[in-house]
């Protein structure tokens, strides 16, 4: 069982961060946010597909514009990405969204950040301390020679005690970087040292696959170690796939259950059905499912209810058919061609 890190709770509209709160999951939208109907139809979409708490550009005036229609129609929290611009973001604030995201690093005017933090304070609006490897101090360069993870924690350490010193406390902190380890390292030194709610991810991880496996290293890591109070995984496609990516790594360590989870064997000689196929289908029906079942799709007879007997309901492949079973005991034989229905069917009736 893995053991939290005890943090200080706060809340992103409706949805609270850290405390005894899950580990929360987030996205950011790939539209331009001025395309209200685009956003809104992408923030739906990730909704259903399970993420909690949305993040969307707001890099000109017009896009802060379109923030209250979108906040007002959003079925999940809204916060507003906000860079180098204190205009920008009062006018965010404006629009009664349920947090922003600053950069002070590429803010760097303390009188600014301090009037958008008494502004946030007022209207009661979150706020996440963003630190990166690309935006650090030239103090903090200086004085390392390049963004090392003790940078990105002191860079971290330092402007969470500004904000604290202005008397506001109602802010997470996310140090972010594109190597694993040096992440690791910044949210480690950071997590022992500050009881505020970590939001972790591993920044510019790259393509699909790719991206998928770095960030599962880095967050895994970084979860197991109980840092983490909120997560999304950054990765270059469809942010339905961060969304799904997320789940699956908390769905690993046991830290959440939600939505299916699927066991399926390697491909090997023994197979007589196309089990890719078969596992393509199951998890292109099931994919907004919320319920946490386990659903085991085994190539071939050897084993494969031993080897899945915790799983909730499963096939056991074999010659062009497959034995249905539920909690390692068999219901029925069916053919290659009905199996994929049948199995359906018996999610259905769980």
Same mark, same amino acid.
């Given at each position: ?8 709770? =706060? ?28 956003? +809104? ?13 949305? *993040? ?13 229609? =979108?906040?007002?129609?959003? #079925? ?6 906000? &860079?180098?611009?204190?205009? =920008?973001?009062?006018?965010? +604030?404006?629009?009664?969204? &349920?947090?922003?995201? %600053?950069? #002070? ?22 706020? *996440? ?68 709610? +970590? &939001? ?12 998928? =496996? ?14 983490? @109070?909120?997560? *999304?995984?950054?990765?270059?496609? @469809? ?46 029906? %099931? ?42 005991? #068999? ?9 994929? @229905?049948? +199995? ?7």
């Amino acid at each position: 069982m893995i053991e939290r890190r005890k943090t200080r709770p =706060i809340y992103v509209g409706n949805v609270k961060i850290g405390d005894d709160a899950p580990v929360v999951v987030q996205s950011m939208t790939d539209t331009k946010t001025r395309d209200i109907e685009a956003t +809104l139809d992408q923030i739906d979409r990730l909704a259903k597909a399970g993420c909690e708490i949305i *993040r969307v550009a707001v890099p000109t005036e017009e896009d802060a514009k379109a923030l209250p229609e =979108i906040v007002k129609k959003s #079925p999940i929290p809204v916060i507003a990405d906000i &860079h180098f611009s204190p205009r =920008i973001a009062f006018l965010a +604030l404006e629009s009664e969204i &349920h947090g922003i995201r %600053l950069n #002070p690093g590429n803010i760097n005017d303390k009188g600014k950040i301090k009037e958008i933090l008494e502004e946030c304070k007022r209207k009661n609006i979150a706020v *996440r301390l963003g630190v990166n490897s690309g935006s650090l101090e030239e103090r903090l360069l200086e004085k390392y020679g390049y963004p090392s993870g003790q940078a990105l924690a002191e860079s971290a350490l330092y402007w969470s005690e500004f904000f604290e010193s202005v008397g506001f406390t109602n802010f997470k902190v996310s140090i972010k970087g594109s190597d694993v380890l040096q992440n690791i390292e910044a949210n480690k030194i950071f997590a022992e040292k500050t009881d505020i709610p +970590l &939001h972790i991810g591993i920044t510019e991880a790259g393509p699909l696959f790719k991206g998928s =496996i770095k960030s599962a290293v880095g967050l895994g890591i970084l979860l197991f170690m109980g840092i983490g @109070d909120t997560i *999304r995984v950054s990765l270059t496609a @469809d942010p339905e796939e961060e969304v799904k990516a997320a789940y699956e790594i908390l769905k690993s360590l046991g830290i959440r259950r939600k939505g299916i989870e699927i066991i399926s064997c390697p491909t090997c000689g023994r197979i007589e059905v196309n089990l890719p196929e078969v596992v393509s289908k199951v998890e292109e029906k %099931l994919k907004y499912v919320d319920k946490p079942l386990k659903v085991a799709i085994m190539g071939c007879v050897v084993n494969a209810i031993g080897e899945a007997k915790e799983a909730d309901i499963g096939l056991a492949c074999g010659n062009k058919s497959a034995i249905l079973f539920k909690k390692g005991e #068999p219901l029925k034989r069916v053919s290659e061609d009905e199996m994929v @229905d049948e +199995l359906l069917k018996e999610i259905k009736n769980l």
